[in-house]
């Protein structure tokens, strides 16, 4: 009865966000429009802030309502601005416990671009301010002179698979990359014709102290066409000893019979453990279909297999997601997670209603 109770709250709520008066882009909409990361986004690599052009398809083709007067470039181009915010409201059933609901301010950034040489050297900065300060990154940005080739030095996320936004994703949270995780180090980045690819040497600390003179390796390259895209991403992080972590992993987008398919698998190996060497295989299978002019459902299917030398220890999680965006900058996500593991673990077992609102300028 009470959790009938918290789920009711939770709609309640959405139904009063969604009649109020008068929200990074994921990889659904690149392979909806058939585009690279770097054509929405300052980083070629994808997330972050938007580019001029990543702005305007959010404020003209995203929204059910285009912005009749978008924004335009900041002092001639040489300085931009932006930010995004995430506040959530979960209603959380939790097997043999109490249940939840609880508000959550999930993410706020700002970012700042310079650009010290015009269309070669940038800055950027991207601040997370709540709920807790952290500098996600921080990088100088070199392109030669045809704009195919870079490097990147500073602080940044990792190249690896799909950069989606939920870093709760087993794809994302097992794997160790994800927005919370961001290391220092340089990239090396091509962006010729359809293929995308990135090599990145950094600490391997996750953005902490390094301790040691190995360095972690970061590979992922990708061939992009108008309706399909095909990657693979190699991830080394050797330890001293016989220790340390080898991750390999494909992953690929198709835009077929007005869908957008999203899948990602993930082999992740950790050696030295006190029981040894561990196998885990991550699995991602997400649907995206358009409904109206701004919104959008989606569902995900996601697959764990924590140890492949345990029998019947899979994880398996469902997720249905409707974003609606009525307007420039404004949009609004309910979701339904349910989630399957061994009965043992309530923590595998818990589901979840969330209602989410996202601004971004």
Not at 27 to 46: D, Q, T
Not at 122 to 141: K, N, T
Not at 244 to 253: E, I, K, S, Y
């Given at each position: 009865?009470?959790?009938?109770?918290?789920?009711?709250?939770?709609?309640?709520?959405?139904?009063?966000?969604?009649?109020?008066?008068?929200?990074?882009?994921?990889?659904?909409?690149?392979?909806?429009?058939?585009?690279?990361?770097?054509?929405?986004?300052?980083?070629?690599?994808?997330?972050?802030?938007?580019?001029?052009?990543?702005?305007?398809?959010?404020?003209?083709?995203?929204?059910?309502?285009?912005?009749?007067?978008?924004?335009?470039?900041l002092?001639?181009?040489?300085?931009?601005?932006?930010?995004?915010?995430r506040?959530?409201?979960?209603?959380?059933?939790?097997?043999?416990?109490?249940?939840?609901?609880?508000?959550?301010?999930?993410?706020?950034?700002?970012?700042?671009?310079a650009?010290?040489?015009?269309?070669?050297l940038?800055?950027?900065?991207?601040?997370?301010?709540?709920?807790?300060?952290?500098?996600?990154?921080?990088?100088?940005?070199?392109?030669?002179?045809?704009?195919?080739?870079?490097?990147?030095?500073?602080?940044?996320?990792?190249?690896?698979?799909?950069?989606?936004?939920?870093?709760?994703?087993?794809?994302?949270?097992?794997?160790g990359?994800?927005?919370?995780?961001?290391?220092?180090?340089?990239?090396?980045?091509?962006?010729?014709?359809?293929?995308?690819?990135q090599?990145?040497?950094?600490?391997?600390?996750?953005?902490?102290?390094?301790t040691?003179?190995?360095?972690?390796?970061?590979?992922?390259?990708v061939?992009v066409?108008?309706?399909?895209?095909?990657?693979?991403?190699?991830n080394?992080?050797?330890?001293?000893?016989?220790?340390?972590?080898?991750?390999?992993?494909?992953?690929?987008?198709?835009n077929?019979?007005?869908?957008?398919?999203?899948?990602?698998?993930?082999r992740i190996?950790?050696?030295?453990?006190?029981?040894?060497?561990?196998?885990?295989?991550?699995?991602?299978?997400?649907?995206?279909r358009?409904?109206?002019?701004?919104?959008n459902?989606?569902l995900?299917?996601?697959?764990?297999?924590?140890?492949?030398?345990?029998?019947?220890?899979?994880r398996?999680?469902?997720?249905?997601?409707?974003?609606?965006?009525?307007?420039?900058?404004?949009?609004?996500?309910?979701?339904?997670?349910?989630?399957?593991?061994?009965?043992?673990?309530?923590?595998?077992n818990?589901d979840?209603?969330?209602?989410?609102?996202?601004?971004?300028?």
């Amino acid at each position: 009865m009470q959790y009938i109770q918290t789920m009711t709250a939770g709609i309640l709520v959405a139904l009063l966000l969604v009649l109020a008066p008068p929200a990074e882009a994921e990889p659904y909409l690149a392979a909806r429009m058939g585009l690279k990361c770097m054509a929405c986004h300052v980083n070629p690599s994808g997330g972050g802030k938007r580019n001029g052009f990543g702005r305007q398809f959010g404020e003209v083709v995203l929204p059910a309502r285009a912005s009749t007067s978008p924004r335009g470039e900041l002092f001639g181009g040489r300085f931009d601005i932006g930010a995004d915010f995430r506040g959530d409201l979960t209603a959380t059933r939790i097997p043999q416990g109490d249940d939840q609901l609880a508000f959550d301010t999930r993410r706020a950034n700002i970012y700042l671009e310079a650009q010290l040489v015009p269309d070669r050297l940038a800055l950027y900065i991207d601040q997370q301010v709540a709920p807790a300060s952290d500098s996600r990154e921080a990088w100088l940005l070199l392109w030669n002179g045809a704009h195919d080739l870079y490097l990147k030095a500073g602080r940044l996320f990792l190249p690896f698979g799909l950069r989606l936004e939920d870093d709760t994703a087993f794809i994302r949270s097992v794997s160790g990359i994800n927005f919370a995780t961001p290391d220092n180090g340089v990239e090396f980045g091509l962006e010729r014709g359809g293929w995308s690819a990135q090599l990145a040497l950094t600490n391997g600390a996750g953005g902490g102290a390094e301790t040691n003179t190995g360095k972690q390796v970061s590979l992922r390259a990708v061939h992009v066409r108008p309706r399909w895209r095909l990657g693979a991403s190699i991830n080394i992080n050797d330890g001293d000893g016989d220790t340390g972590r080898r991750m390999t992993g494909m992953f690929a987008t198709l835009n077929w019979l007005g869908f957008e398919w999203l899948a990602e698998a993930d082999r992740i190996e950790d050696r030295g453990l006190p029981a040894g060497t561990i196998r885990q295989l991550a699995m991602l299978f997400e649907i995206n279909r358009q409904l109206l002019p701004g919104q959008n459902l989606r569902l995900t299917l996601e697959h764990l297999d924590p140890d492949d030398e345990v029998a019947e220890d899979e994880r398996v999680r469902y997720s249905l997601v409707w974003e609606y965006t009525p307007m420039a900058s404004l949009q609004l996500r309910i979701g339904l997670r349910l989630a399957d593991g061994i009965p043992q673990s309530p923590s595998q077992n818990t589901d979840s209603l969330f209602v989410q609102l996202h601004g971004w300028f």
